[in-house]
């Protein structure tokens, strides 16, 4: 009986590994919120997906469009800045404190973010 529960076991993590191209996917794939200062009813954020790209959540003027998660620990994330008659690209280099199923913290400088997994 235990020979065939491992047999199993190995054929799901294959077909996993096949489903995905081979490669894990990043626990950072997914939406990132936290509260708009202000109005703490509104969330806002992020969403990173497993090709690369990124999208604002609830942020008209800071449009994400790409992001990497460096072998150092670093979370890139890129995309264009809008306003005052301008657009600009940016790119913003976060540190990774930690990621679990429900939270992400990032640093910048000596600021913490903290995010919420999106519901």
Same mark, same amino acid.
Request: hydrophobic share 40%.
């Given at each position: 009986?235990?020979?065939? @529960?491992?047999?199993?076991?190995?054929?799901? !993590? $294959? +077909?996993?590994?096949? +489903? !995905?191209?081979?490669? &894990?996917? #990043?626990?950072?794939? *997914?939406?990132?919120?936290?509260? =708009?200062? /202000?109005? &703490?009813?509104?969330?806002? /954020?992020?969403?990173?997906? &497993?090709? *690369? @790209?990124?999208s604002s959540i609830n942020m008209a003027t800071l449009q994400y469009e790409a992001w990497?998660? @460096? /072998?150092?620990?670093?979370? =890139?994330?890129? *995309?264009? !800045?809008?306003?005052?008659?301008? @657009?600009?690209?940016?790119?913003?280099t976060l540190l990774l404190r930690s990621v679990d199923?429900? #939270?992400?913290?990032?640093?910048?400088?000596?600021?913490? $973010?903290?995010? *919420?997994? &999106?519901?």
């Amino acid at each position: 009986m235990q020979l065939k @529960t491992i047999a199993a076991a190995a054929l799901a !993590s $294959l +077909c996993m590994a096949a +489903c !995905s191209g081979g490669q &894990e996917v #990043s626990p950072l794939v *997914g939406g990132w919120v936290q509260p =708009v200062p /202000g109005m &703490e009813q509104q969330n806002q /954020g992020f969403r990173l997906a &497993e090709d *690369g @790209t990124a999208s604002s959540i609830n942020m008209a003027t800071l449009q994400y469009e790409a992001w990497e998660e @460096t /072998g150092d620990g670093l979370l =890139v994330l890129r *995309g264009k !800045s809008i306003g005052n008659g301008q @657009t600009l690209p940016f790119a913003d280099t976060l540190l990774l404190r930690s990621v679990d199923g429900d #939270s992400l913290i990032l640093q910048k400088g000596s600021l913490l $973010l903290r995010y *919420g997994r &999106e519901r």
